[in-house]
């Protein structure tokens, strides 16, 4: 009998915020007035991204008003992934991508310095339109290694991967050191922006 087994599995956790909507009312005309006052970070490739990541300008906060219901929907989402009890921390902020047209963001992973410890990285696509939107793509971790050997024609896979099924209001959960990037965007009268953080697992029942 022979048999073809995939081993080392990465796993993409899926689910959807179901206030999205009301998240987007609120949320939106607040983020759109603070655009001019967002900069791009230091060392960032993307010409055109609005982002908040360096945090939100002083005296002009949108996230840190809705801090606590944002968790609270989050939380109530993520502890379906985990398999058994655990608990875990915001490691940063959260921060919100406005993509315009043309705007993307290249490769880059979200492990951090050595004394911040990130086991998790999440984003939520607040506003988002499916066949005009893209969302991220992942990049295989080993595709370098790949290149070494020889991968039959019934076992190819892109380099990249690309979740075909996110909508407006996907939230994703994927392991921090897992590459992606978001290719440049097409923005029509809906703009895309997603909702981003990293998650530090502080507690993980495994007597089990």
């Known amino acids: 009998m022979i048999r073809a087994l995939d081993i080392f599995p990465i796993t993409i956790y899926q689910t959807k915020i179901d206030q999205n909507e009301f998240l987007k009312q609120e949320l939106i005309p607040k983020i759109t007035e603070v655009l001019p006052d967002l900069k791009i970070p230091k060392g960032w490739a993307t010409d055109n991204l609005k982002t908040s990541f360096d945090g939100e300008p002083e005296g002009k906060e949108v996230l840190d008003q809705y ?121 029509l009268d809906i703009p895309r922006i997603t909702l981003s953080f990293n998650l530090e697992v502080t507690s993980y029942d495994s007597s089990r």
Not at 74 to 88: G, L, N
Not at 90 to 118: R, V
Not at 136 to 162: C, I, K, M, N
Request: hydrophobic share 30%.
């Open 67 to 187: 801090d606590g219901l944002l968790k609270s929907l989050y939380d109530r989402e993520i502890e379906k992934f985990f398999d058994r009890e655990a608990s875990w921390d915001y490691g940063d902020d959260i921060w919100y991508n406005y993509y315009q047209d043309g705007s993307y963001q290249e490769l880059h992973d979200h492990i951090s310095h050595p004394m911040a410890i990130h086991h998790f990285s999440c984003i939520h696509y607040l506003s988002y339109e499916k066949g005009v939107h893209t969302p991220a793509e992942f990049r295989d971790p080993v595709g370098q290694l790949r290149q070494h050997s020889l991968v039959l024609d019934s076992e190819y896979v892109s380099d990249y991967y690309t979740p075909n099924w996110v909508e407006e209001g996907t939230l994703i959960m994927f392991p921090c050191y897992l590459e992606h990037r978001v290719i440049p965007q097409r923005v």
